[in-house]
């Protein structure tokens, strides 16, 4: 339980796509891996049992958030974010910025971190860059990261300009108030869509010596392009020896495109979310189970598909859960989504090792390609 | 798949309760037997996976709920109702006239049968008892119920006994409608908490040649030491070798009495209404996992306790996800629940399979008993 984390290339793909593996103190996370998002502590609708049958190695839970609610003592008294979480594998825990920008007017952000007026019980407290750290490394994460100033695309030039600021000086804080060498602590890069800023950040950030480093502020309401421009800009700046996460991307498509460019680590509420409302990920596309079309459609969601959505359930089945209000109709489109993108990075490392990327994972991701 | 239904009594106990055996076209159970309630088709938030692993052989659902949505011809083209639900072992329904009583303004009662007006579309239609035995064949359940009038405890003597008359003239017309000898069909006994009108309901039903009989009308609101008085006085009057089924009980302690008196099948909502609502039944009692006491406490729900819930989280990690609003709680809380329902009636099963009743399974109900 305390193998220092170290991250090997195994691999590089002509395309740029690097297959990798990441150790840490609970277990080995093949990449390039897409993280299922367990915010509060759990994948909605998912026991960790079935994460673990989907193949998940790596989950992304939140610092911010676990120490609102159920507190930092709490937790550690239930045994760290492991004991919390009933997971035994890697855990990575995104620190708060993102969360600073997506509570909005709880939350105002100055030089000494987040003022936040709890959402959950609307206490007033501040989370420091070296607070960031402290709660990460007391609830026992594998995977840390520094506390960024995330802003929306909508930022002014001088806004973004303040966050690459901000960032660097918190990512300075939070290195020296590290304190547990078994908790691999990642840099957020910042820079909104301008490559000025971007490399500026990037230099800066990759200089303090991170165990990883992760592109942070896109897919914050910019068009795909710009999300695109933005991470092919980026990913040649940060150390090749290094993971590199990019975070809160995306669709299977954009999981393939950002493989190729040679990032490593991916999140996205998108498999799980879309489930509890209906859409559900096919190679065909999206399937939206309501549609009075597949009313008495007694195929699977999708033909040759081995999760147990599919291995048990017709389309119509699905539909009446979905439509009825179930629980369970939730459950098992979260399971098929999760499924299909957990799939979808086995074949793309597959690929990988077999030197056949990107022809074989864009069969695994069919129209999304 | 075209057995014909059969029950066997494999044992009376001196105190009255009866170890049987009751084999449907889509397996056997094991009586006494409690079932899971699944209304929509589905047990709220358990997988049927989970179900068999819980040990669950018979299930209930609800032929009305179904019929409206997702429809007898939705149904039938996805496999039946146990294509629909991904269940394959014995089902059974209840036809609707609980549901009349239940759902209230939107639905009258006449001799012609129960006229809705649909919770789902709005649509006006008429429920007659031989649509309800229809319906029941249609959607392919194990034991069908026959079309009963259920009326609250309130009613008045007048009411109870016009809901005597009419279910007993609805269950002539049941019969007649039969066409599929291996659903079987149980009769209901009504009247209220008159013992006079439920022996005339038992006498009128029992001479119907039904496959076994049900007590409904009871949990209907009456306090809990009149439905024992009226259970206990109708017991007898139905016939020894047809099981027999006490409709909508109960509690643990509940269970283990009316299986005392010699009733063989149970439903209740209450492990998982309870469980979605954060009450966990336990040998001890109930624990209410909101309550802060459990913050910290690092024990499972219930020691010793082999059901996942308590193999994998704390009792603080549990109210987390619970307070937190997630799904995971609920799952887990249902599930412990049901697993205590399940096994309590193993217990008492292997009670009365040791001429140990009702030593050993007061033991497995604890405080309950």
Redo the contacts between chains.
Sequence with gaps: MSRAPSFEVVRVDPTGARLGRLTTPHGVVETPAFMPVAT??????????QLEELGATLVLSNAYHLAQ??GV??VR???GVH????WEGPILTDSGGFQAMSLGGLVRVDDAGVHYRSHVDGRRGTLSPEDAIAVQEAIGVDVAMSLDECVPAAASPAQVAGAVARTTAWAKRGIAARTRPETALFGIVQGGLDAALRAESAAAITALGFDGHAVGGLSVGEPASETARVAAGTVGLLPAGRPRYLMGVGTPGDLLRFVAMGYDLFDCVLPTRNGRNGTLFTRQGKLMIRNAAH??D?RPVEDGCPC?TCA???R??L???V??G???????ATLHNLHFYLQLMREVRAALAAGSFPARAALAAGSWA
């Design positions: 509060h502590g759990a994948v909605r609708g998912v026991t960790p049992r609610r159920p003592e709490t008294a239930l045994g004991g919390l979480m009933a009313a008495r007694a147990y048990r359930f017709s119509g089945a539909r009446h859960l439509l009825a179930e629980m369970l109709g939730a459950q098992l």
